[in-house]
Nanobody, 115 residues
Framework: VQLQASGGGLVQAGGSLRLSCAASGSIFSFNVMGWYRQAPGKQREVVALIIVGGNTDYADSAKGRFTISRDNAENTWYLQMNSLKPEDTAVYYC??????????WGQGTQVTVSS
């Protein structure tokens, strides 16, 4: 399975972006799908997760501003990011874990928020 992340870019503070992660296969094989980010000089951190059954979980920094969702028909999941802040600047990676516990990563998409 390959994951293709897209949708990053340069946006002003307060703006919005929607990231997409397209899987090469069916996302029904995934127990967990999510988004992580890594800022320069920092460790990669979880941003949002969507779990089989539809439950979602967010980092405190993302709550109220970001929304993770999935489109089963398109084998794609999304991260809608609103009210972006300069501290959201990072490379964003999509991630999934399948029913066998195998983990997959997308290639990353750069999000830059200017003040």
């Amino acid at each position: 399975v390959q994951l293709q992340a897209s949708g990053g870019g340069l946006v002003q503070a307060g703006g919005s972006l929607r990231l997409s992660c397209a899987a090469s296969g069916s996302i029904f094989s995934f127990n967990v799908m999510g988004w992580y980010r890594q800022a320069p000089g920092k460790q990669r951190e979880v941003v949002a997760l969507i779990i089989v059954g539809g439950n979602t979980d967010y980092a405190d920094s993302a709550k109220g501003r970001f929304t993770i969702s999935r489109d089963n028909a398109e084998n794609t999941w999304y991260l809608q990011m609103n009210s972006l802040k300069p501290e959201d600047t990072a490379v964003y990676y999509c991630n999934s874990v399948d029913v066998l516990g195998i983990e997959y990563w997308g290639q990353g998409t750069q999000v830059t928020v200017s003040s």
